[in-house]
């Protein structure tokens, strides 16, 4: 059977020592795991959540993080890890869109629902034609914060230190992306490489966020801490770092409250940065006694 | 005529697609000139700018911007568009959207530096904004927020300046205030705006250039009736004669 060699969650450290060693380690060794892939998933979700929520490619996001699931159908069929798959896949899907909405006239919803159905159909092809069962499918649709392998943490490291640099390099090109595309090209910024660019990172930050709430679910954390951000600065880069600030926080709580009432990590953790950011946008008061605050800051 | 010429454009064609836009057209903008551009819509005001701004290329004829091809003189140019649809909530500032026109000199993925936060200073003093430079840019009226684009223009110290329809969503005051501003600045610069406002046209430029997808005037700014009735294609009444306003009663 392809697959079950490397079936990439038996792949962590313990593999089969780990059933020997002390529970209470094993569960240090989880916790911290998850902890560090929170973090990752934190940071890549506030900086690229940012670009998402301002430059309204929320949709574009969606359809990028389904279409990634045929990476998964065929990481499981090649019998390689399924997030790397996903990866390719994700790119592909990015790259496809920005190509389909800058150089043809089909409309850019059109060519998402084409890339978002095509891709979950390969996806569910390729794990019907793999042999056997598909272990942690589930996992990957609705997120496993507490299962990440280190191998897995390692390759989400590498994608986030990408996302910094390219945002640390491009920032102030992105800004006038962002702000006013056509402002851009007539100050002569090239702005389609960039705007490819900046999808190709929406693809590696789906992949960072897979792992945490899964490919379904993966649009709230591109949204939330962003939106929540938002509420507080109208500096973009304070708005990154309260982002990736408030992404840790709904992460952490929302693990922890999955915890303690036994439910699944990833969508709790949704639905628990939803309820704050409902709560926030909802309590317009507070809202605007931190502007204040922000302002004479 | 002994003052250089700035924009160039000889028997200039373009067409989108089947549609042709601009059809033989030749224009000169001379140093110092404060060009108004009019006519009705879809008669190929924007893409004018755009080719001055080597954004549209054209299919046939020449263009020479400071001598040379548009396009590789963008530092010296400045562009300040219709009014920009952005997010009323998007996180910048209106220094953040100033230094934006600094992006040319200084250059991709190079940080903005002392020299162009000096004259980001410089130029939201000139447009009277610089008290407001920590604002978010979506809280500012719409006057002020043409100010602030008009200083984006301005930040990299152009020869010209090109602008497309300014005035078109601001209020009449804050119009006057904006054309005003515009009058001070036309002593060190070149100026050319486009706008269907044949009053505010007839009253704060010096040249007028009549185009409906043909040029059909180019000259002083004392235009006859006869001149916007060949150009609108349709009458056009003048409310009363010489600097006062007029308006055009049917565009067609």
Redesign the interface.
């Known amino acids: 059977m392809p697959g079950t060699a490397d079936r990439p969650r038996h792949g962590a450290p313990q593999g089969l020592e780990g059933t020997l060693i002390m529970l209470e380690a094993l569960q240090y060794e989880f916790m911290r795991n998850a902890l560090m892939a929170g973090l990752l998933a934190s940071v890549a979700c506030g900086i690229v959540g940012v670009y998402v929520v301002v430059k309204k490619v929320v949709f574009i996001s969606g359809g990028i993080a389904h279409a990634a699931f045929g990476g998964v159908g065929l990481g499981y069929f090649l019998g390689i890890n399924p997030i790397t798959g996903a990866l390719f896949f994700s790119l592909a899907s990015g790259l496809t869109i920005g190509v389909i909405t800058s150089r043809t006239r089909i409309a850019a919803d059109t060519a998402i629902g084409v890339l978002w159905a095509i891709g979950m159909a390969l996806g569910v092809l390729f794990i019907y034609l793999t042999p056997g069962y598909a272990p942690d499918l589930m996992s990957y649709l609705f997120g496993s914060i507490l299962t990440v392998p280190f191998s897995d943490i390692l390759l989400m490291l590498a994608l986030v230190l990408v996302i910094i640099a390219i945002t640390v390099a491009f920032y102030k090109e992105y800004l006038i992306l962002c702000f006013d595309e056509e402002y851009g090209t007539a100050v002569g910024m090239p702005v389609e490489k960039l705007y490819f660019l900046l999808l190709a990172m929406i693809a590696l930050t789906v992949v960072v966020l897979i792992q945490v709430v899964g490919m379904i679910l993966v649009i709230a954390l591109l949204t939330f801490p962003a939106a929540m951000a938002r509420q507080f600065t109208h500096d973009m880069k304070k708005m990154m770092l309260l982002a990736v600030l408030f992404g840790f926080l709904f992460t952490l709580g929302g693990l922890w409250l999955s915890y303690v009432l036994g439910l699944p990590s990833g969508a709790t953790i949704v639905l628990f940065g939803g309820t704050v950011l409902a709560a926030s946008l909802g309590l317009p008061r507070v809202r605007e006694r931190y502007r204040q605050s922000g302002k004479a800051a | 005529m002994n003052d250089p010429a700035i924009v160039e454009l000889k028997d200039v064609r373009v067409s989108y697609g089947e549609v042709p836009a601009l059809e033989n057209v030749s224009l000169t903008v001379y140093e110092h000139d404060f060009l108004g551009i009019i006519g009705p819509n879809g008669g190929g005001k924007s893409t004018l700018l755009k080719v001055i ?1 080597g ?1 549209v290329r054209p299919h046939h004829g020449s263009v020479s911007v400071f001598g040379r091809p548009p ?1 590789q003189v ?1 530092s010296r140019v400045g ?1 300040v ?1 219709q009014r ?1 649809f ?2 009323r ?5 209106v220094w ?2 100033v ?3 600094r ?2 000199s ?1 250059g ?5 530096g002392h020299q162009d936060r000096h004259q980001a200073e410089k130029a939201l003093a000139m447009v009277g904004m610089l008290e407001h430079r ?1 604002k ?1 840019i ?1 809280s500012l009226s719409g006057g002020e927020q043409q100010r602030v684009f008009l200083a984006r223009a301005l930040v990299a110290g152009p020869g010209l300046l090109l602008l497309d329809e300014p005035t078109a969503s601001i209020d009449s005051t804050m119009q006057t205030e904006f054309f005003e501003l515009l009058e001070e600045l036309k002593y060190s610069l070149t100026i050319v705006m486009v706008s269907h406002d044949i009053g505010a046209v007839s009253v704060y430029v010096d040249k007028i250039a009549c185009l409906n997808r043909q040029m059909y005037y180019h000259g002083s700014r004392e235009i006859t009736p006869e001149i916007l009735e060949a150009t609108y294609k349709c009458p056009v009444q003048l409310i009363a004669h010489g600097t006062v306003p007029h308006r055009v009663l049917k565009e067609h």
């Open positions: 701004l954004l396009g963008r562009y568009s920009s952005f997010d909530d998007f996180p910048a500032s953040d959207v230094l934006m026109g992006y040319s200084a991709i993925m190079r940080r903005y920590n978010q979506g």
